[in-house]
Nanobody, 119 residues
């Protein structure tokens, strides 16, 4: 069984920075890609960034976020800079994970970590 666990959320002042982590555990063959999403109160979940062999970012977040990966720790990070109140949201990671060479990869989601930007 694969688990994704996000961490690093909390209360941050406007203008601050934060690094979120998404750690994968369990038995699997390979992590193909990992993405971060966020859901602000009263809004739909939106995509933030993806990392596979390359990195891609939502236009609205480009320049303020950096996604990176530590293969040894099976962990993906999301750095967010110059936070503002509009960044207040639950942040989720999702990973496309392969269990073997014969079956289609499966998508997994974490439970989310809450980021609150407030003075």
């Amino acid at each position: 069984q694969v688990q994704l666990v996000e961490s690093g959320g909390g209360l941050v002042q406007p203008g601050g920075s934060l690094t979120l982590s998404c750690a994968a555990s369990g038995t699997f063959f390979a992590i193909i890609s990992t993405a971060w999403y966020r859901q602000s109160p009263g809004k739909q979940r939106e995509w933030v960034a993806t990392i596979n062999g390359e990195t891609t970012y939502a236009e609205s977040m480009k320049g303020r976020v950096t996604i990176s990966r530590d293969f040894a720790k099976n962990t993906v990070y999301l750095q967010i800079h110059t936070l503002n109140t509009g960044d207040t949201a639950d942040y989720y990671c999702s990973a496309e994970i392969s269990h073997d060479a014969y079956h289609q990869p499966r998508d997994y989601w974490g439970q989310g970590t809450r980021v609150t930007v407030s003075s």
